[in-house]
């Protein structure tokens, strides 16, 4: 069966640190896709990146990185230098190449402190 | 704007009611989805419809219904059936089979009165 954990229920950290959102998910299947999204309070999930299973390079964009890491069944988000518009629920999700649904990981929320 | 629109924001459902929710996309998407989140859970999938005048059953699809007859709209109802119908409803859409992106609406927040 497919699985996505978010052990972190709840983060809170001051502004301008360093952030790691953990993901770990559990698949037998060889081609996969993952995500993570952004929930702000306003409801809407936005998409933030997709990595496909063959990929393992870590991706930067601006503030954001993510570390995916086949062996470790893992693909961690980390924030640098947080904002406090970074305040939201962010979820981490995975896709079989074989099937259209997406299985969604229960969240984490992060809590920037000004 | 290309993107997904979702209404009513708010919808208060009496007991014994069906309530419709209205979810657009003008992204020429494919496949469309619904999701129900609770409060400190995950997004479950209700219904999801990958081509025009098809649709499949989720994992939570008891107490609703959905119809695809056009390619920019599924729609899905809320039937009496569903007897704690009380969550945040988000519908999304992807351009389906072997992409796997799927983009969100701004949701529905469904109360029972």
Redesign the interface.
């Known amino acids: 069966a497919q699985k996505?954990t978010q052990a972190q229920?709840e983060i809170s950290v001051v502004e301008k640190e360093d952030v790691t959102l953990d993901c770990v998910y559990e698949t037998r299947d060889t081609t996969y896709?993952l995500?993570w999204?952004k929930q702000p309070p306003?409801?809407?999930?936005?998409?933030l990146i997709?990595r496909n299973s063959f990929d393992e390079q870590n991706e930067i964009s601006g503030r954001y990185s993510w570390n995916f890491q086949k062996s470790t069944s893992s693909f961690n988000f980390t924030i640098t230098a947080s904002q406090v518009v970074d305040s939201a629920v962010y979820?981490c999700a995975l896709?079989l190449?074989r099937d259209?649904?997406?299985i969604?990981?229960?969240?984490t929320r992060l809590h920037i402190l000004p | 704007d290309g993107g997904i629109t979702q209404s009513p924001k708010y919808l208060f459902r009496k007991e014994g009611q069906n309530v419709t929710l209205s979810c657009e996309q003008n992204l020429n998407h494919d496949a469309m989805y619904w999701y129900r989140q609770d409060p400190g859970q995950g997004l479950r999938l209700i219904y999801y419809s990958q081509i025009v005048n098809d649709f499949q059953k989720g994992d939570i699809a008891e107490g609703y219904s959905v119809s695809r007859e056009k390619k920019e709209s599924f729609p899905l109802t809320v039937t009496s059936a569903q007897k704690n119908p009380t969550a945040f409803y988000l519908c999304a859409s992807g351009a389906g089979w072997g992409v796997g992106t799927q983009y969100f609406g701004p949701g529905t927040r469904l109360l029972v009165l």
């Open positions: 996505v229920t896709y995500f999204y306003s409801g809407e999930l936005v998409f997709r979820f896709r190449n259209d649904k997406i969604f990981g229960k969240g």
